[in-house]
């Protein structure tokens, strides 16, 4: 498996990995289906969130790149979960107020999901199980994974990663042609 490294601490898609991952299925908040091709030609960065855990003020950060870039084709998908410590106890609708009135996220909430355990929602277990683009559970909330323009999984970041820190950022640029 070839590896390439951008930034000391992130480790850049796996050229060897080929599952499309753009036709699994997700629901978003209002319970529609859709998939990552629905958002074709964008990059989009995925990242699993929770309205009680102590990263929960990167919402602050995630909407100001959200707001910096929309125009340059990023998008933003929120997957909230509730896989660590409990912290995602509420329902579908009191998370997105959650997001809304205290944060005033603008970006998509997507229907919740696990994203480890024996229930991992199928495009969690595509890029982070066994044969995933990055194999491993995911650690904790607030971890990111970017999607290129093309659909292919590009980088992932873990919690402690903030949306306005100079590694996501600049792979976020990047990803846009920029």
Known sequence: MLHRILFPSIVLTASAFA??????????????????AAYSGKVVLLVNVASK?????????LQKLYEDNKDKGLVILAFPCN???GQEPGTIEEIEKFCST??????????KIDVKGDKQHPLYTA???????FPGDVKWNFGKILIGKD??????FESGTKPDSKEL??????A???
């Open 169 to 174: 950022t600049e792979a976020v640029t990047a």
């Open 127 to 133: 890029l982070t199980g066994k044969d995933g683009a």
């Open 102 to 111: 205290t944060y005033n996220v603008t970006f998509p909430i997507m229907d």
């Open 176 to 178: 846009m042609g920029g």
């Open 83 to 85: 896989n660590f410590g």
């Open 53 to 61: 855990c102590g990263f929960t003020k990167q919402y602050t950060g």
């Open 19 to 36: 599952t499309d991952i753009s036709k699994i299925p997700f629901k978003s908040a209002d319970g529609k289906e859709t998939n990552l």
């Open 151 to 156: 659909g292919k999984p590009l980088a992932r």
